[in-house]
Every structure is written in structure tokens, then in C-alpha cells.
């Protein structure tokens, strides 16, 4: 999954629209036990200057409710660790 944050966008009722921007956040989820299912966030990643502003959290809430991962997956920087505890998330 990925966030972005727009810089121009083109388009109208006759021709899809299309976007140009950049990318401030994403989340990886795996299917470890290859059963069609994703139980896990692999990685997750904020710009460094998007920081602080809800991606991760929107990432992971959204995430969360299209996959029913069980699992967020180590190592954790000590930046993702604390971010990880503050959201619930405890190992």
C-alpha cells in the first residue's frame, strides 16, 4: 500500500484521471505461508519529512482493514518501535 502525496492530477470526464506525486509513506504485507492470505507487515516506511503528520497510522488502519494481518515483523528501528507502541502495537 502506498501514500502519496499529490503534485498535479489531469484529467476529465471523457479520460481517466491521472496523478503525478510524491511518495510519502508505504506498507508492505507478506503471505509467509504462501495461502493466499497476508498475516503480516514486513515493512513499513514514512519519508523522513512527512514524519509525525499520520501516515504510518493511516497506513496501517487501512491495512488493517482490507488484510487480517497478525503479525508486524522485526527488526524495528527505535523510531518504528516507539511508533509501534504508540499505536497498541506490542510485542
Known amino acids: ?7 498535479q492530477g489531469a484529467g476529465d470526464e471523457d479520460h481517466p484521471w491521472s496523478y503525478t506525486g510524491h511518495i ?3 506498507v508492505i504485507l507478506s503471505d509467509r505461508d504462501e495461502d493466499g492470505s497476508y498475516e ?7 519519508a ?11 497506513l ?5 482493514s482490507r ?10 528501528s527505535p523510531d518504528g518501535d516507539a511508533f509501534l507502541k504508540a499505536c497498541g502495537y506490542v510485542k
Open 24 to 26: 510519502t509513506g508505504f
Open 40 to 46: 503480516a507487515v514486513s515493512h513499513i516506511w514514512t
Open 67 to 76: 488484510f487480517e494481518f497478525t503479525e508486524i515483523e522485526e527488526p524495528y
Open 48 to 58: 523522513s519529512r512527512w514524519r509525525r503528520k499520520g501516515i504510518a497510522k493511516q
Open 60 to 64: 496501517l488502519a487501512e491495512a488493517r
Open 1 to 7: 500500500m502506498l501514500m502519496l502525496t499529490p503534485v
